[in-house]
Every structure is written in C-alpha cells, then in structure tokens.
C-alpha cells in the first residue's frame, strides 16, 4: 500500500540554527500533503498545508518564517525549523492525500526534533 | 473555531472487555470521520473512518457510531487487548482535500 516516509525519525540541533524534515509519498502523488505538530500527552495540532507547485496555507498562529515548507514536487514537502529554539522541540508529523485513488490521507511515522 | 473533542481523556478497562471512546464534534458541515491509534513515538495509524451519509461503520473488532443529531461519534472495541494500548484520536474533515481537525485525544490502558 501507499507509504509516506518522513525523515530524520530523530534530530538534535543546537539553539540558532535550522533543521530540514522531509516526508515523501513512495508510490503516489501527492497535490496536498499536511504538516502537524505534537507535544507529549496531547494531539495533532495542524501547521500548514502544503501544495505543490505555490505557497504553503498556514494556521493561525502558526509562523511562516519560523516554519518554512516548501513542496517543489508531488512527492515531496520540506519543512524547515528556522533558527531553532528549545521550545520548538516536539514531534512533527506529516500526511499526504491521495486524492485520485480514493480520498485517502496517509501519514508519516514522524519526526522528533529536540533543540538543545 | 471549529472543534473536535473527547469527552475522556483516560480509560482503562481489562482485558476481554468493550471499550467506547467518545468524541463530539462541532461543525455540523463535517462529512468524513476518522478514528486513529497512536502508539508512543509513531505516527497515527488508520483504524476506521465513517462517512456523514452513514451511522455505523464495522471492522475487525471496531465500531464507529454516528450521531449527527447530537454530534457525536463513538469507536468501539469488542474484547479489547493489551495490544490495543495507546492514545486514540478522532478527526474531522469537512470536504478540504485531506485536511484533518483532531479531537484531543483519549488513552486506553488495557490490565490483563
């Protein structure tokens, strides 16, 4: 079945600089792919949607210089923590949807990202 | 804003039990529903999803309930394991090409 790879599954950084997390859809094309953010003991909260080919929709809230997503093709979406502080550490996790074979959304086995 | 929430944020139940887990929703233009399983460190994994058009949805050993009336929605486990230990969530879509609202969230805890 489809696969949605996310990579690094583990990142540590220091304070100040940036740090890139991809995720890929393996055997589909995805027009849409969706980042969310998760702290421990609580839930998704959803970051940005990603489309291919234009600019990245974010959530209100959500800063657009801080977290900056870029999806140059339909198989992959970047998202790049910018000049990374402590309180940016948390899991992020990414989905992509399938919307030719069936509305299906597939998400990723996530990213951890501690900033030290 | 639109919402999804749980009205557990805990349940523990024994081995061989039902478990439910609720959840409310509170935009009534939402038509797609999904139940996932999270366990520590790892992405949400699909379990079951409903559509508006329907009240009940069976899979292997799971329920979905659909009460648009009230809405709400209700995943249940029949004979529950340990294995099904984790944090499971609802989410809503209303008709936005995969994007998902996730409800907060309830933790199963399964005792042998």
């Known amino acids: 079945g489809a696969v949605v790879s996310q990579h690094p599954s583990r990142v540590i950084c220091k304070s100040g600089t940036s740090v890139k997390i991809e995720c890929r859809s393996l055997d589909f094309q995805a027009t849409t792919m969706f980042w969310y953010r998760q702290f421990p003991k609580k839930s998704l909260m959803l970051m940005a949607t990603s489309n291919e080919g234009s600019k990245a929709t974010y959530e209100q809230g959500v800063e657009k210089d801080k977290f900056l997503i870029n999806h140059a093709s339909l198989t992959l979406s970047t998202l790049t923590v910018t000049s990374a502080h402590p309180e940016d550490s948390s899991f992020y996790i990414c989905?992509?949807?399938?919307?030719?074979?069936?509305?299906?959304?597939?998400f990723g086995e996530g990213s951890w990202l501690t900033v030290v | 804003g639109e919402s999804v929430g749980l009205h557990l944020p805990t349940l523990s139940v024994q081995e061989g039990d039902n478990s439910i887990i609720n959840c409310a929703y509170s935009n009534s233009a939402s038509d797609y529903f999904i139940w996932y399983k999270q366990e520590s460190g790892k992405g949400p994994q699909f379990i079951i999803d409903?559509?508006?058009?329907?009240d009940k949805r069976q899979g292997q050993r799971v329920t979905v309930l659909l009460n648009k009336t009230v809405k709400h929605l209700s995943l249940q486990i029949a004979a529950t394991q340990p294995g099904d230990s984790a944090v499971y969530f609802c989410?809503?879509?209303?008709?936005?090409?995969?994007?998902?609202?996730f409800g907060q969230g309830t933790e199963l805890s399964v005792k042998p």
């Open positions: 989905s992509a949807w399938d919307g030719v074979s069936g509305n299906t959304i597939y």
């Open positions: 409903i559509r508006s058009n329907m």
């Open positions: 989410a809503e879509n209303y008709n936005q090409g995969g994007k998902l609202i």
